[in-house]
């Protein structure tokens, strides 16, 4: 058996100093302030002098290695001994051409896929505890976030369609009461209708202005007692007519 170690760096690598500096600091009062957990890059130890971790580039594997504490990229930090492997290093090396394989570097990504979530799958694949959760809480933060805002806009848009279909069918449903009240012979609505104790849908005024929208005008004028005086006038004037016509002898 043997030790599996795992290494850890504050990210330094923006090329300013400022910036550099910057990250430091954040790593200082939320790792060490509060515990928290910071920006951090990682890299496992086991078997020999080299360190194994995980970075971007264009082609090629992205899994790649240095002498252990070592790497120029980034300020060193600190080492934690996760644990031991019973492992050979016959069967370690077998891993890491198949993480190699399985971890191309322009799959990195800085949230879901970067440098700690390696170290995790090859501290797993050793049998060794993965790493604390302090070491990659930020990104994981931030992949959770990205997640939720996903799901949430989904779940916003399917919302929004079912408001949209409901409201369609109340309408319709809606209408055809109003429809079928207004054509039911005998209530107040339909000519000569005198049933005031049946049922019916009380409409608002702006649902009967919904309704009849799309409505033609009426060629008469009914009232709402059910009396049609549109076409007396005209029958006033025949009879006056016919009255004038002489009689025959």
């Given at each position: 058996?043997?030790?599996?170690?795992?290494h850890?760096?504050?990210?330094?690598?923006s090329?300013?100093?400022?910036?550099?500096n910057?990250?430091?600091?954040?790593n200082?009062?939320?790792?060490?302030g509060?515990?928290?957990?910071?920006?951090f890059?990682?890299a496992v130890?086991?078997?020999?002098?080299?360190?194994?971790?995980?970075g971007f580039?264009?082609q090629?594997?992205?899994?790649?290695?240095?002498?252990?504490?070592?790497?120029?990229?980034?300020?060193y930090?600190?080492?934690?001994?996760?644990?031991?492997?019973?492992?050979?290093?016959?069967?370690v090396?077998?891993?890491l051409?198949?993480?190699?394989r399985?971890?191309?570097?322009?799959?990195?990504?800085?949230?879901?896929?970067n440098?700690?979530?390696?170290c995790?799958?090859?501290?797993?694949?050793?049998?060794?505890p993965?790493l604390?959760?302090?070491?990659?809480?930020?990104?994981?933060?931030?992949?959770?976030a990205?997640?939720?805002a996903?799901?949430?806009?989904?779940?916003?848009?399917?919302?929004?369609?079912?408001?949209?279909?409901?409201?369609?069918?109340a309408?319709?449903?809606?209408?055809?009461?109003?429809?079928?009240?207004?054509?039911?012979?005998?209530?107040?609505d339909?000519?000569?209708?005198v049933n005031?104790?049946?049922?019916?849908?009380?409409?608002?005024?702006w649902?009967?202005?919904?309704?009849?929208?799309?409505?033609?005008?009426?060629?008469?004028?009914?009232?709402e007692?059910?009396d049609?005086h549109?076409?007396k006038?005209?029958?006033?004037k025949?009879?006056?007519?016919v009255?004038?016509?002489?009689?025959?002898?």
């Open positions: 058996m043997t030790e599996v170690m795992l850890i760096y504050d990210v330094t690598n090329g300013s100093d400022n910036t550099n910057t990250i430091v600091q954040i200082r009062i939320f790792k060490d509060i515990g928290l957990g910071g920006i890059h990682s130890q086991v078997y020999g002098e080299d360190e194994w971790s995980f580039c264009e090629g594997t992205g899994v790649f290695s240095c002498p252990a504490s070592k790497n120029p990229m980034y300020t930090r600190e080492c934690i001994v996760l644990g031991k492997t019973n492992l050979s290093k016959f069967k090396n077998q891993i051409r198949e993480l190699s399985e971890w191309p570097g322009n799959c990195y990504d800085l949230l879901s896929k440098c700690n979530h390696f995790n799958e090859f501290c797993e694949r050793l049998g060794v993965k604390p959760g302090w070491v990659n809480r930020f990104a994981n933060a931030g992949d959770t990205v997640e939720i996903e799901t949430t806009a989904v779940r916003f848009r399917q919302a929004k369609t079912e408001i949209v279909t409901a409201s369609k069918v309408y319709r449903f809606l209408a055809g009461i109003a429809s079928n009240n207004n054509n039911t012979p005998g209530s107040p339909s000519p000569g209708g005031r104790n049946s049922p019916r849908f009380q409409q608002p005024s649902f009967k202005n919904l309704v009849a929208a799309g409505a033609k005008p009426s060629t008469s004028t009914t009232l007692n059910g049609d549109s076409h006038p005209q029958l006033q025949q009879e006056s007519e009255a004038c016509i002489p009689a025959h002898e």
